[in-house]
């Protein structure tokens, strides 16, 4: 069982190089399931830990847990990125990009020669994050899958109530199943 300890970023880009990445498991839910909830994200996502890459810190007893992420299927072709979280006291270290990069290359790996594109929909203040990364916006129209669209119309009704001040972005990115 993994567990999420206290530290701090100095520790962490020291001990960058000892991160380890590994597939989530059901022990994992309730670890994905609070952290979720407590940043007011959505808690769907914690009942597909299979999906997961979770990103730790081995150590003797409990590893510590930094954070994690997952892709899973639409279709055939498109996949969705989600539940991306990284502990706060180890933001800003480059963890987040690094989970993302080990979930794309894993997809990668799997879309054995054919090209796909990966999907998410974010808040607008995570855009440059996701820019970065080789994301990018696209518009609201049927060239992207029903359930995004969805998730953008169910998403943006809540983001008026609750941060009105935001708006719900879907992204995309392709992914060349032959390319590094
Ligand atoms: C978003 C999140 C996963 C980023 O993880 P992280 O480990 O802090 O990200 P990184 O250190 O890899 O950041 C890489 C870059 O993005 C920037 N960045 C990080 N979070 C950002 C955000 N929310 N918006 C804009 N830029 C951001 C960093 O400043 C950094 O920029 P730099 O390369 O120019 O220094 C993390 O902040 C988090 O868990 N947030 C709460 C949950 C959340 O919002 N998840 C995303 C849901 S769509």
């Given at each position: 069982m993994t567990l999420h300890q206290n530290d701090n970023r100095c520790l962490i880009k020291e001990k960058w190089k000892d991160i380890q990445y590994r597939q989530g498991k059901w022990q994992d839910f309730s670890v994905i399931f609070s952290a979720l909830w407590r940043e007011k994200?959505?808690?769907?996502?914690?009942?597909?830990?299979?999906y997961f890459v979770i990103a730790y810190l081995p150590k003797d007893e409990l590893d510590v847990l930094l954070g994690f992420g997952q892709i899973k299927p639409i279709n055939e072709r498109a996949r969705k990125l989600a539940s991306l979280y990284v502990y706060p006291e180890y933001r800003n270290c480059g963890i987040g990009s690094a989970i993302v990069g080990q979930l794309l290359s894993r997809e990668k790996a799997r879309l054995s020669g054919v090209d796909g594109e990966i999907y998410l929909t974010c808040l607008s203040r995570s855009e440059l994050f996701y820019n970065k990364l080789g994301f990018t916006s696209v518009s609201i129209?049927?060239?992207?899958?029903f359930s995004m669209r969805l998730e953008h119309y169910l998403g943006s009704a809540l983001t008026k109530l609750i941060e009105p001040n935001e708006k719900v972005l879907v992204m995309r990115k392709c992914l060349q199943a032959n390319s590094e």
């Open positions: 994200m959505n808690i769907t996502g914690a009942f597909s830990p299979q129209d049927s060239s992207i899958p």
